[in-house]
């Protein structure tokens, strides 16, 4: 294959997202975008950072509070994981609940394709059925058995990642796609001091800084760009008022480029912002659920309430 017709290839959303997004004056760029090989290895990488509580606090809830959850959920429901499985949290949840059919969507093939089968080895008995697919998006979810209950898995706060308007549409969709008895485990990481948060965007070994800038890397490569990335670095703010965690590239000089064959004009000290990490209080995520058409069933928050798994029905 040649590389013109690689380039051809690129996303066409991608190309979309990133050319809206970096014009001035307020750029922006969506989150999702991270995701490529690279960027899902990195993403790993931070969640066994020791700065990066989230993963490890999610994941030793999932352990204490399992067999509670489990009660509520009707046997033989699908379960249907937004974004891809983790290889630690996954494998928890289908223990506890130990459906027939288990539904994980992503919109990266690759990832996706690899835990399927990593999952399949674990639970030999389990149907695996993975759609590639962008969960705020369209999607088609297959039906094995039209008459199933499903629970859909929503873990890592990946809800903060959607400003206030997004997480009502997306928490509606998600009914929409589950259909009559559903229910939703969903994980949502809390307020708590900036000197905790700060550093867990900003860890010391510089991965989430890594992480950040693989962007301008992927779009230099996908979309044909000549972005000197050497000219950004990686940020981090806590925006009180909106109670989120900012993700920026800032850059610290004057940078002209251009990506498909577009040109951008970047000044010292603008930066593109590339990420939203909201964190909740009990009461703002309750508000944000019921606004999203889910009614709280159980929730269950570690000892120093730092992360919280709320289960929910339609
Ligand atoms: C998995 C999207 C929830 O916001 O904490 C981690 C992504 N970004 N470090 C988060 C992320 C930088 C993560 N989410």
New binding site residues.
């Given amino acids: 294959m040649s590389e013109a017709d690689f380039k051809l290839q690129a996303d066409p959303q991608f190309r979309a997202d990133v050319l809206a997004g970096l014009k001035g004056p307020r750029r922006a760029i969506p ?1 999702r975008w991270f995701y490529d090989e690279r960027g899902s290895q990195l ?1 790993d990488d ?1 969640t066994h950072l020791p700065e990066y509580y ?1 993963t490890r606090t999610e994941t030793d809830l999932l352990k204490d509070c399992r067999a509670e959850f489990a009660k509520h959920i009707p046997a033989g429901a699908a379960v249907v994981e937004f974004g891809a499985g983790s290889a630690t949290k996954t494998p928890l949840l289908l223990e506890a609940i130990r459906p027939d059919i288990y539904i994980p969507v992503d919109i990266s093939g690759d990832y996706l394709r690899m835990s399927a089968e990593v999952l399949a080895g674990q639970f030999p008995d389990l149907t695996i059925r993975p759609v590639e697919a962008d969960f705020s998006q369209d999607m088609h979810l297959p039906t094995d058995k039209p008459s199933e209950a499903r629970l859909g898995f929503f873990p ?3 809800i ?2 959607f400003v206030p308007r997004s997480s009502v549409d997306l928490l509606r969709h998600m009914r929409g796609h589950l259909g009559q008895g559903a229910m939703l485990l969903i994980g949502f990481d809390r307020i708590k001091p900036v000197e905790i948060l700060l550093p867990a ?1 900003d860890d010391a070994a510089g991965v ?1 800084a890594a ?1 950040n800038l693989n962007l301008l890397v992927r779009i230099n490569r996908e979309l044909d760009g000549n972005i000197p990335v050497e000219a950004f670095s990686h940020q981090v703010q806590w925006n009180d008022r909106e109670a989120r965690i900012e ?1 920026h590239l800032r850059c610290a000089w004057d940078v002209q480029f251009t990506v498909s064959g577009k040109e951008f004009q970047i000044q010292a000290g603008e930066s593109i912002h590339t ?1 939203n ?1 909201h964190k909740f209080d009990l009461r703002s995520l309750r508000i944000l659920l019921r606004a999203g058409g889910w009614t709280p069933v159980a929730e269950y928050s570690d000892a120093q309430e730092w992360f919280t798994l709320v289960l929910a029905e339609a």
């Fill in positions: 989150a993403f931070i989230p890592g706060s990946t903060g990642n965007y989430t992480f993700m990420e990490s």
